[in-house]
């Protein structure tokens, strides 16, 4: 059943759930390019080009993945501390502002994405030759993702405001 705490219902939580599996396979992934990298090159004073580009461009989809994941949670952008001290409806004030701000931020993340991510897939790495696009794509599909959740809350908080008081 959808709610505040469970935007999207059972479907949404499958969804954010994975996407938090993806983000520990894709730190998987990051840890042993390191490892491999620090083994092939101080062990077997060998290295392999481009395998150091491989966790810092990973980085950047881990860092969009896992923040919708926690996005979804609300365990992003969350003073509890400070909203569990106000009223109801000072509460739901709070989410909207804080989501709305949010919102704008992603809103505009995106739009500039439009512009960066074509003119970054003219560009492509040093070491493993890959187009830069597939890099800087993270951003408008990470901020769409966190999106989603935000627009969840700010639409329940939005509706809480509007309630007349019982």
């Not at 505040?4 to 949404?12: E, I, K, T």
């Not at 926690?70 to 003073?79: I, N």
């Amino acid at each position: 059943m959808p709610g505040p705490d469970r935007p999207f219902g059972a479907w949404g939580a499958r969804l954010y759930d994975g996407l938090g599996l993806l983000g520990g396979v894709v730190l998987a992934a990051m840890a042993l390019a390191v490892f491999v990298q620090v083994l092939l090159r101080y062990v077997f004073t060998y290295a392999l080009d481009g395998l150091d580009e491989v966790p810092r461009y990973l980085f950047v989809w881990l860092v969009m993945v896992g923040a919708a994941a926690a996005m979804h949670r609300g365990e992003h952008t969350a003073l509890d501390y400070f909203q569990k001290r106000l009223p109801p409806r000072g509460r739901a004030l709070a989410v909207v502002v804080t989501n709305g701000v949010g919102m704008l931020l992603f809103l505009s993340l995106i739009k500039t994405s439009f512009v960066l991510v074509p003119n970054s897939n003219l560009q492509s790495s040093a070491g493993l030759g890959l187009p830069l696009g597939y890099v800087y794509a993270a951003v408008p599909v990470g901020a769409a993702l966190i999106l989603l959740p935000m627009a969840w809350r700010f639409a329940g908080a939005v509706h809480e405001l509007w309630q007349r008081p019982s």
